[in-house]
């Protein structure tokens, strides 16, 4: 009949590698005492030897899982802020950098380096200030201005001259890029002026069939610019066509369209509440309209510059 075999707990093999520790008996006689071969004594003295350091490591670890604790709860704290914060400001996707920028600020739980990750922008355009234009060259854009409404058809060498004429000495390459930030181009006949080109979308004309023969029929939207003495002011001018009547406007420091169409949605909304009318088709020229407009979608649509009411 076989033997069963013995099963050796930890304590056992424990008490066996102490006493090999103490070196007071030998292997013979050790073996002889607990019934165990000479090699398991080496081989559990050995092993007691080498993970004895972890009966004190055992403190430490416990230290590092507070830690790692204790920075998981602060990471769970930060991104529930962080997603607070960005349901609040609800930006819409596709926004350009300029509108981005403008809903950075001191947040006392939110540093400026993660609501630019946040919002990808870098943090260079958030502290950068623009120097703007010397006095010098807002003097030659206003002559410059003044003298296109006068030559609409004079190009970059006409202005140099022009300018060269009143004493102003400045290159080509100076004065088209004055003529570009302002937004002034020559008109010249161009090539193929009939052919539609590669435009993806033809906006149709809307006063098509439509009789204006009343007022708050048609309204048309303009937008232009006022020169100052340090820079410019955009002006937006909301216009009934029928009467004339200037039905709303407003001024602005910088061009965003999100001024303008706030200003064209509280127009529309006080007009809207105050008729009769049921139904109405809004279309003004911006192409942004649909991603900022306050009015529901159902109630107008995107075309070119003008709004109609029916």
């Known amino acids: 009949m076989k033997a069963k075999r013995r099963k050796l707990t930890a304590a056992f093999k424990a008490q066996v590698a102490i006493e090999a520790i103490k070196e007071i008996k030998t292997l013979a006689e050790l073996s002889k005492e607990f019934d165990v071969h000479p090699n398991m004594i080496t081989?559990?003295?050995?092993?007691?030897?080498?993970?004895?350091?972890?009966?004190?490591?055992?403190?430490?670890?416990?230290?590092?899982?507070?830690?790692?604790?204790?920075?998981?709860?602060?990471?769970?704290?930060?991104l529930e802020i962080e997603r607070d914060w960005l349901k609040k400001i609800s930006i819409k996707a596709g926004l350009p950098v300029k509108e981005r920028?403008?809903?950075?600020?001191?947040?006392?739980?939110?540093?400026?380096?993660?609501?630019?990750?946040?919002?990808?922008?870098?943090?260079?355009?958030?502290?950068?200030?623009?120097?703007g234009e010397s006095e010098e060259n807002m003097a030659i854009?206003?002559?410059?201005?003044?003298?296109?409404?006068?030559?609409?058809?004079?190009?970059?060498?006409?202005?140099?001259?022009y300018l060269l004429l009143l004493g102003l000495v400045a290159n080509h390459k100076r004065i088209r890029r004055l003529l570009r930030l302002m937004g002034i181009m020559a008109l010249y006949p161009k090539r193929n002026l009939s052919k539609l080109g590669l435009a993806k979308y033809i906006r149709p004309y809307l006063l098509k069939r439509v009789k204006i023969n009343r007022p708050n029929k048609v309204w048309c939207v303009d937008i232009s610019y006022i020169p100052m003495a340090k820079g410019f002011m955009y002006l937006t001018a909301i216009m009934d066509i029928y009467s004339r009547y200037i039905v709303g406007?407003?001024?602005?420091?910088?061009?965003?369209?999100?001024?303008?169409?706030?200003?064209?949605?509280?127009?529309?909304?006080?007009?809207?509440?105050?008729?009769?009318?049921?139904?109405?088709?809004?279309?003004?020229?911006?192409?942004?309209?649909?991603?900022?407009?306050?009015?529901?979608?159902?109630?107008?649509?995107?075309?070119?510059?003008?709004i109609v009411f029916q």
């Open 141 to 161: 854009m206003k002559l410059m201005d003044e003298y296109h409404l006068e030559h609409p058809t004079y190009g970059v060498l006409q202005m140099k001259d």
């Open 249 to 306: 406007w407003g001024l602005f420091i910088e061009n965003y369209a999100m001024d303008t169409l706030g200003r064209i949605s509280d127009l529309v909304s006080s007009f809207y509440k105050s008729t009769y009318f049921f139904r109405c088709k809004i279309h003004v020229a911006f192409k942004l309209l649909h991603k900022f407009f306050l009015l529901p979608l159902s109630k107008f649509t995107c075309a070119s510059g003008i």
């Open 43 to 78: 081989t559990w003295k050995r092993e007691f030897l080498e993970n004895a350091s972890a009966v004190f490591e055992q403190g430490v670890q416990k230290d590092d899982f507070e830690k790692e604790r204790e920075s998981l709860t602060n990471l769970i704290w930060r």
């Open 101 to 131: 920028i403008r809903y950075i600020s001191e947040h006392q739980k939110i540093s400026i380096r993660r609501q630019c990750e946040l919002l990808e922008v870098n943090r260079s355009n958030v502290y950068y200030n623009p120097v």
